[in-house]
Structure formats: C-alpha cells, structure tokens
C-alpha cells in the first residue's frame, strides 16, 4: 500500500513539473561548477607562477640582509649583528628549498637549480668570512669579504635575470588567461540559452502528455452519452491524476458490462466446479480401493510365503526353508518401497537377491563383498544396488562359459561414498555407456527395467533426483569379455556421524 502511494506520489503532475525543473536546475548547477572549477584551476597556476616571482624576490632581499649583517658584524663584531646574520641564514636556507634541486630539460629549472648551487656556496664563504674574523686573520677575511661580495652581486643578477624571465613569461600567460575567461563567458551564456530552450521543450511535452489523455476521455465520455456502452476502455498511458480519472471512467463501464455478464460466468463455473468434484470423488474411491487391495495381496502373498517356510522346517528341507525366507524378504523389502534407507539394508537386499540367484544357477556364481563397516548406516535412496547386480547377472555373467564372479565393495574416497559393482562378465561397449549416461532423470516404472540399462538408467535418474548432482555413476568396461565394473558416487551428507 506505501510502496503504491510513493509511485503515485511520485507520478503526479505537479512532482513530475518538479523534477523536471530540479533536473535543468542540476544539468546548469554541475556546468557551472565545471567551468568555476577550470577557471580557479587556471587562476591557481597563474598565483603559483607568480608565487615563484614572490619566492625569488623573497630570496634577494634576505641575500642583501645576510650581506648587510656579515658586513656589519665584520666592521664592528657586534654580537646582534652575528645572530641576525644566522637568523637571516637560516630564513635564506628555507626559501632556497621551494626550488629546484633536480637536473631537467626546462631552463627555468635549471636556473633555479644554478640558483641553489650558488647559493650554497655563498653562504659557506660567509661563513668562513664570520671564522676569520673570530680567529682574528685579518688577511684571510678580507680576501674572503672581497669574494662574497663578489659572489653576491652575481647572485643577485642572476635573481633579477630569472625574474625578470619569468615576469615576460607570466605576462604572456595572462593574456592567455584573459582569452580563456572570455571563452567561459561567452559557454555560459550559451548553455543558459540551451537549458532554457531545454526548458520550454520539456514542460511543452509535460503539457501534451497531460492533455492528450484528456483529449481521448472526453471523445469515450461523448459516445457513452450517445448510448454506446461497449466501446472499448481508453487507454491508459500515464500514471498520475489523469489516470486515476481515466480507470474510474473505465471502471464503471466494465461494471455495466460485468453486472451482464456475471450470471452467464456464475452458471458456467458452477457446473464445472460440480464436474470437478465429481471426478475427485470418482477418484479417491479409486485410490481407496486400490489401497485396500494393495494392503489385502502382499499380506496375502507373504502369509503364503510364511506357511512354505513353516512347512519346509517342519519337514526339515533347510534348503527350502532358507530359500522361501530369502524370496519372502526380498519381496517384502520391494513391497515397502521406502524413500530412503541404510547403506546395510540395500546390502541385505543384494545377499537376498544373490541367494535366490544361485538357488536358480545351481551356485554358479560366485558372489564376494568388501565393505566398510563405518559407512553401512549411510542413508541412501531405496533400490539401487539390487538392480545393478541384476543387471550384472541378466547381461552380464548368464550366459558365459567360465566360472561367473560379482564382486561388491563399499570405500570411502574423497566427498563420496563408493559403492562397485564388478563381475567378469561379457562386458558392455562404449554407446551402451552412453546411451545410459544419457539419462534424462524419468524415474522407469519397475516393470521397464528388464531392458538391458533400463535398470542402471532408473538408477541415475534417481540417485540425481535424489541428491541434486549429476555424477553419480562410473561404468567401465575394457572390452568384449573383459567384464563390467559399475561405481556409485553417493554425496556425503552434511551431519551423517558415520561419514
């Protein structure tokens, strides 16, 4: 409800003048930040250059105070005149640091660099100048006066002349600057043109969009005047007030026409309810019965089963007695068809099946397993080791002439659980394999599985339904009598103990 009054709110008339005015308002603000920006740029490097006149000019008067006060302190050895002559040193020494120092291709630099060079060097002589005159060698601080001063005047020039240079170049920037300041004007006055043609033509187009959809209103209000009540809705291609007047126009046509309609809809949705609801009651009778008789036959079947095994021990036939048990367990496991159990309980099943097996070939096959102990409570989904041992043995071991083994093994590698199995069988080629591979996740009713890789196909689809991945088969074959191995990857599960 907030989210569809902020929408309409927002697609009002007088908000959309508003953000159409806030937007020109803020294309014009951020061009004239852009072009104050750029004119402050340009005024900062100007101030910058004649900063560098400022510091240059700064350096000559504190040489002429560090000669004055060396020249002072030599005539009369006065202690205030030696302390101004370091003060001002050490004022020379921090302004001689704001210039260039490094060897460049500029000459400008360069003279700033010869500048500090020399600079230097003036200041040691003066500095031996105040030695000698402390260690009272006359001789030697005349000769060095001579040559500060010398020194000095040169520097001075030498100032003067980079000034000078840099005041001819600085003059030439400001005319440049002038021209750049002239050129601003002149795109400002131009974008305040544009913005204001910008201007007229958005709220010229706010106006049309405001009177068209009035203009269609009025044409559907003088054919529903006329008698014509089923012309069709008008249009709506805004979101504001004209809109809500729109759909209020649109509305009470629709509820003249729906008042009409409504008793023919009711009736039809009547009768199809009570059709509906007659097929669910056909339906669940179905489903009712069918589960009678699903619990009456597997009962009936395993009492049968039970009263064969009864008798076959009390006529001592153990081997009739063991046989009838195992075809009664492995129905009765079928039969339940649990989503998922224990890793032991699908092993059960296969011994089961094997014994059952063997009972028909006469003990043919020889049937090994290898398990892990620590993984036999991994829970898995119900049938899926049988029907690959009954593949096995279908196309796998039946019908060869040497001794037929199935070998099972049960190992932990990786993130999986590993479950082979392997006979020495005939052996299955590569588009069989495939074809398996293939699989696109049907789960095959139990009566599809006599298909030789129906059964391995129901499998997979299964084993990927079931835990959300698609590796989770290896089939190797090397050959043509080679036999088949085939491998389960089963995920381990997140929380599973015993994994």
Same mark, same amino acid.
């Given at each position: 409800m907030n989210n569809s009054f902020i929408r309409k709110y927002v697609n009002s008339i007088g908000m959309r003048m508003i953000i159409i005015f806030i937007s020109v308002m803020t294309v014009i603000i951020m061009i004239n930040i852009y072009i104050y920006t750029n004119v402050n740029k340009i005024v900062w490097n100007m101030n910058q250059v004649y900063e560098k006149n400022f510091t240059l000019n700064l350096i000559q008067e504190e040489l002429m105070q560090i000669q004055t006060s060396m020249t002072e302190y030599l005539e009369n050895k006065n202690t205030d005149s030696m302390e101004n002559y370091y003060r001002y040193v050490q004022e020379f020494q921090d302004s001689l640091e704001k210039l260039n120092k490094d060897v460049v291709d500029d000459k400008y630099l360069l003279m700033e660099k010869n500048i500090y060079n020399i600079s230097q060097k003036y200041i040691a002589l003066t500095d031996k100048n105040i030695e000698y005159k402390r260690g009272r060698d006359i001789v030697s601080y005349r000769i060095s006066y001579e040559e500060s001063l010398k020194l000095s005047q040169y520097l001075s020039d030498y100032i003067k002349s980079l000034n000078n240079r840099i005041f001819i170049s600085n003059s030439s920037n400001y005319q440049t600057i002038l021209a750049v300041l002239r050129h601003t004007q002149q795109l400002s006055m131009g974008i305040l043109i544009i913005a204001a043609i910008l201007i007229i033509i958005l709220v010229t187009f706010a106006t049309n969009r405001i009177t068209r959809p009035l203009t269609r209103l009025a044409i559907a209000a003088d054919k529903v005047a006329e008698g014509d009540l089923f012309i069709e809705p008008v249009e709506i291609t805004t979101d504001d007030e004209v809109a809500v007047v729109t759909k209020a126009f649109n509305k009470m046509?629709?509820?003249?026409?729906?008042?009409?309609?409504?008793? @023919?809809?009711?009736?039809?949705?009547?009768?199809?309810?009570?059709?509906?609801?007659?097929?669910?009651? @056909?339906?669940?009778?179905?489903?009712?019965?069918?589960?009678?008789?699903?619990?009456?036959?597997?009962?009936?079947?395993?009492? @049968?089963?039970?009263?064969?095994?009864?008798?076959?021990?009390?006529?001592?036939?153990?081997?009739?007695?063991?046989?009838?048990?195992?075809?009664?367990?492995?129905?009765?496991?079928?039969?339940?068809?649990?989503?998922?159990?224990?890793?032991?309980?699908?092993?059960?099943?296969?011994?089961?099946?094997?014994?059952?097996?063997?009972?028909?070939?006469?003990?043919?096959?020889?049937?090994?397993?290898?398990? #892990?102990?620590?993984?036999?409570?991994?829970?898995?989904?119900?049938?899926?080791?049988?029907?690959?041992?009954?593949?096995?043995?279908?196309?796998?071991?039946? #019908?060869?002439?040497?001794?037929?083994?199935?070998?099972?093994?049960?190992?932990?590698?990786?993130?999986?659980?590993?479950?082979?199995?392997?006979?020495?069988?005939?052996?299955?080629?590569?588009?069989?394999?495939?074809?398996?591979?293939?699989?696109?996740?049907?789960v095959y009713d139990r009566d599809e599985t006599s298909d030789n890789g129906v059964g391995l196909k129901n499998v997979i689809s299964r084993l990927r339904l079931y835990y959300g991945v698609e590796n989770v088969m290896q089939i190797n074959s090397e050959g043509k009598d080679m036999g088949t191995e085939v491998v389960l990857l089963i995920p381990c599960q997140e929380g599973e103990d015993n994994v």
């Open positions: 046509l629709a509820s003249i026409r729906e008042y009409i309609e409504k008793i @023919t809809e009711n009736m039809a949705r009547e009768r199809e309810l009570q059709e509906k609801e007659l097929l669910m009651d @056909t339906h669940l009778k179905e489903a009712k019965l069918n589960y009678l008789q699903a619990q009456i036959n597997p009962h009936f079947l395993f009492n @049968t089963l039970n009263a064969g095994a009864q008798l076959a021990m009390m006529e001592e036939a153990d081997r009739t007695y063991q046989y009838i048990q195992n075809v009664a367990d492995f129905y009765r496991y079928n039969v339940s068809n649990s989503k998922s159990v224990s890793l032991k309980e699908e092993l059960e099943l296969v011994d089961n099946y094997m014994y059952i097996i063997n009972v028909r070939y006469s003990g043919d096959i020889e049937y090994n397993k290898i398990i #892990d102990e620590d993984l036999s409570s991994v829970i898995v989904p119900s049938m899926i080791l049988q029907p690959i041992v009954e593949n096995s043995v279908k196309h796998g071991v039946s #019908d060869i002439d040497w001794k037929a083994n199935i070998y099972v093994r049960v190992w932990r590698e990786d993130n999986n659980v590993c479950v082979s199995v392997r006979d020495n069988g005939v052996g299955i080629n590569q588009e069989v394999i495939n074809e398996i591979y293939s699989s696109d996740n049907k």
